[in-house]
């Protein structure tokens, strides 16, 4: 294992970040904080209780998952999708580096990122909701898992991309839609009976839930099935990454 190229990736990929803290950072804090404005503060004050939690507390975990998922594909793909575009792809094909390194690389810095934005997304939201975390251990770990796991999926999607447009038709068309469906505003067990179990096919439902589940010790779906859920996800990311490499798919520009 060459550590020494997977710190190079990483550290290039996390100064890339601090080169462009307002887009990477200070842009998903704000867009983020104007739905506590609006939902958490001038909405949900109007609003009841969801299982006795405020309502403006409620979206907290939503919130969080749904700027986590984007930038997690966003960071990640853009990551290596760039080099392909700009074609300095060689220098790193050219390296005495594998592709796992490539994946830990790329893949770490972004679910460093990703973290790091949930984290300051969550200190944000104290500002204007108060909040309680149950079970911090649970919470940190569904966040690291849920970045991991999001950004080796949009490894995958800069790996398959060849122009700009695909790199933002997933997190547009798939991971956003799935995620205002998924729970992050409301209860599923509000919605019609044959509608919950519609929405048990959503994969973000679990995620979510297992993420409030840590703030409130409550949510619609078992904190296990959760749990399980997310592991599946990023074992079938893992696999899809090595039957990319396994079946000769290379880095190219």
Known sequence: ??????????????????????????????????YFVVFGAAIGSRMGDVGGVTYGAFIIPGLIMLSLLNESVSNASFGIYMPKWAGTIYELLSAPVSYVEVVLGYVGAAATKSVILGLLILVTARLFVPYDIQHPFWMVGFLVLTAVTFSLFGFIIGLWADDFQKLQVVPLMVITPLTFLGGSFYSISMLPPVWQKITLFNPVVYLVNGFRWSFYGQADVNVIVSAAATVGFLLVCLAAVWWIFRTGWKLKA
């Open 1 to 34: 294992m060459n550590l020494h190229a997977i710190r190079a990736i990483y550290r290039f990929e996390m100064a890339r970040t601090g080169r462009t803290l307002m887009q990477s950072i200070a842009s998903p804090v704000l867009s983020t904080s104007l």
